[in-house]
């Protein structure tokens, strides 16, 4: 025979879970990106020039709007300076070669990522800015050589990151296979993409294997490297190897991959597209004004709602949580 009691409290247990379920969902849905977050494409170069930047850059503007993201692209390297940069999310070197940037531009980058900015690079973009160890650290490794223009695989090594989720598990591709100067492990970055190394002809017989197996050409690091150990807030690095020709900006998986990584680093919540408190970052909505200025005017709409709104919305969410579990609780 069935005891009631056990019944009405596996009942309220049950209702309990699926009330702190829904509460858990609720807010993190209220914590979701306060701005338009502002990347701003650095493609410099001052040695071998790609011919697909154009159309990178071309491809990342018209992607950015479904993102919820807006690319200023620049190879004015005099935007790096404390206030050229704390407007932006992130900065997304895109195929830059040799010394693009001067000894102040470089540490207005590094007071930028540990302030909380996030770090994006691209294809040749590992070939660049050596004689700054912290932007190698904030990269991961940097280049060595590339094999020949061919096909090849690419092998998935973390199918759970938004920049390979979409991929397949061995994905054809046409490009450059990377080599770089070191392991980009042996600083904390995780290998996401690495390569079948029967699938194409690297012509360079004299490379010692510094860069460990499985061979990697796209990783991420959660914690920029190379930023100030002191450094409360630091934001995340993404990098992939893949780009070089012009036809793959216009592939939609090889967008799903550049994209995600972005959006990725953008997630990390460091800058004013996710937290108001922030340093760095954009703090102007969707709808023109700063978060400042829109937390004290009245609201008409509930479609965009700002960061002071958002806020409001987390602790109606906690109040209403506490509430709904103390009464299942007691009944």
Same mark, same amino acid.
């Given at each position: 025979?069935?005891?009631?009691?056990?019944?009405?409290?596996?009942?309220?247990?049950?209702?309990?879970?699926?009330?702190?379920?829904?509460?858990?969902?609720?807010?993190?849905?209220?914590?979701?990106?306060?701005?338009?977050?502002?990347?701003?494409?650095?493609?410099?170069?001052?040695?071998?020039?790609?011919?697909?930047?154009?159309?990178?850059?071309?491809?990342?503007?018209?992607?950015?709007?479904?993102?919820?993201?807006? #690319?200023?692209?620049?190879?004015?390297?005099?935007?790096?300076?404390?206030?050229?940069?704390?407007?932006?999310?992130?900065?997304?070197?895109?195929?830059?070669?040799?010394?693009?940037? !001067?000894?102040?531009?470089?540490?207005?980058?590094?007071?930028?990522?540990?302030?909380?900015?996030? #770090?994006?690079?691209?294809?040749?973009?590992?070939? !660049?800015?050596?004689?700054?160890?912290? =932007?190698?650290?904030?990269?991961?490794?940097? #280049?060595?050589?590339?094999?020949? /223009?061919?096909?090849?695989?690419?092998?998935?090594?973390?199918?759970?990151?938004?920049?390979?989720?979409?991929?397949?598990?061995?994905?054809?591709?046409?490009?450059?296979? =990377?080599?770089? %100067?070191?392991?980009?492990?042996?600083?904390?970055? %995780?290998?996401?993409?690495?390569?079948?190394?029967?699938?194409?002809?690297?012509?360079?017989?004299? =490379?010692?294997?510094?860069?460990?197996?499985?061979?990697?050409?796209?990783?991420?690091?959660?914690?920029?490297?190379?930023?100030?150990?002191?450094?409360?807030?630091?934001?995340?690095?993404?990098?992939?190897? /893949?780009?070089?020709?012009?036809?793959?900006?216009?592939?939609?998986? #090889?967008?799903?991959?550049?994209?995600?990584?972005?959006?990725?680093?953008?997630?990390?919540?460091?800058?004013?597209?996710?937290?108001?408190?922030?340093?760095?970052?954009?703090?102007?909505?969707?709808?023109?004004?700063?978060?400042?200025?829109?937390?004290?005017?009245?609201?008409?709409?509930?479609?965009?709602?700002?960061?002071?709104?958002?806020?409001?919305?987390?602790?109606?969410?906690?109040?209403?949580?506490?509430?709904?579990?103390?009464? /299942?609780?007691?009944?």
């Amino acid at each position: 025979m069935w005891d009631s009691r056990l019944v009405q409290r596996s009942s309220s247990s049950w209702f309990c879970a699926s009330a702190l379920l829904f509460c858990l969902t609720s807010i993190t849905m209220a914590q979701q990106q306060l701005n338009t977050a502002k990347v701003l494409i650095f493609s410099k170069t001052d040695g071998f020039r790609h011919e697909s930047i154009p159309a990178a850059t071309e491809a990342l503007q018209a992607a950015g709007p479904t993102k919820q993201i807006e #690319f200023d692209a620049t190879e004015d390297a005099t935007r790096f300076s404390d206030d050229g940069l704390a407007g932006y999310d992130a900065v997304l070197f895109l195929m830059n070669t040799a010394e693009v940037l !001067a000894e102040d531009q470089t540490k207005a980058l590094q007071n930028y990522l540990n302030a909380g900015g996030n #770090f994006i690079a691209i294809h040749s973009a590992s070939d !660049a800015v050596r004689a700054t160890p912290f =932007y190698g650290q904030a990269l991961g490794a940097y #280049f060595d050589h590339h094999a020949n /223009l061919q096909n090849a695989t690419v092998l998935v090594a973390d199918k759970n990151h938004p920049s390979t989720s979409s991929l397949p598990d061995r994905w054809p591709v046409y490009d450059e296979i =990377y080599y770089f %100067k070191s392991d980009p492990r042996s600083i904390g970055a %995780k290998v996401i993409l690495s390569v079948d190394e029967s699938s194409y002809h690297d012509q360079d017989t004299t =490379y010692v294997d510094v860069q460990g197996k499985p061979h990697p050409l796209a990783w991420y690091q959660e914690r920029v490297s190379g930023t100030d150990a002191s450094a409360t807030r630091v934001g995340r690095s993404w990098y992939t190897s /893949l780009g070089h020709e012009i036809s793959v900006w216009s592939d939609s998986i #090889f967008m799903a991959h550049v994209m995600g990584g972005i959006t990725w680093t953008l997630a990390s919540g460091t800058t004013k597209a996710f937290d108001a408190s922030s340093s760095v970052g954009n703090s102007v909505s969707a709808g023109g004004a700063s978060a400042s200025t829109t937390a004290s005017a009245p609201r008409t709409s509930s479609t965009n709602p700002t960061g002071s709104a958002r806020r409001t919305g987390v602790v109606h969410s906690l109040i209403a949580c506490l509430s709904l579990l103390l009464t /299942l609780s007691g009944s």
